[in-house]
């Protein structure tokens, strides 16, 4: 059920749609069914068990923050390394602005046409 939905709206939603088709909706490991004619016990069981769901979720989410956090105050995680190196990027602006089409630039320099968006946003914040 956790993997299925991101949160109880989600879930109830996605249950709701599949039983209205004529689906028949069944959580093995929770041990719950629902076919659209549901009684407000399986309904409230639903709703239970997706709200535990979502705080695993939330959980899991706090501990990854909090494992990142960590990871960079010891200095061991630095995130991705760029693309570009500096000079490459001062170059590809360059070409830019002299009318060369981005997505030759990015065919060449080996990169997605949005990262050489990014490389012109980038120039853009910090001049």
């Known amino acids: 059920m956790g993997r299925l ?22 959580f093995v490991k929770e ?38 956090a960590a990871a960079k105050q010891r200095g061991v995680y630095t995130g991705r390394k760029p ?9 590809v602006r360059e070409r830019v602005a002299a009318g060369e089409k981005k997505s030759v630039l990015a065919k060449e320099y080996g990169i997605s046409r949005q990262t050489v968006y990014s490389y012109l946003r980038a120039e853009t914040i910090t001049s």
């Open 31 to 68: 041990g719950l069914t629902f076919t659209g004619e549901d009684s407000p016990m399986a309904t409230l069981l639903l709703r239970v068990m997706g709200a535990f769901a979502e705080l695993e979720r939330a959980l899991i989410l706090e501990r990854q923050r909090e494992g990142i």
């Open 83 to 91: 693309a570009l190196t500096v000079e490459q990027a001062r170059q």
């Open 5 to 26: 939905v991101r949160n109880l709206d989600d879930l109830r939603r996605l249950v709701r749609t599949l039983t209205r088709k004529g689906m028949r909706v069944e």
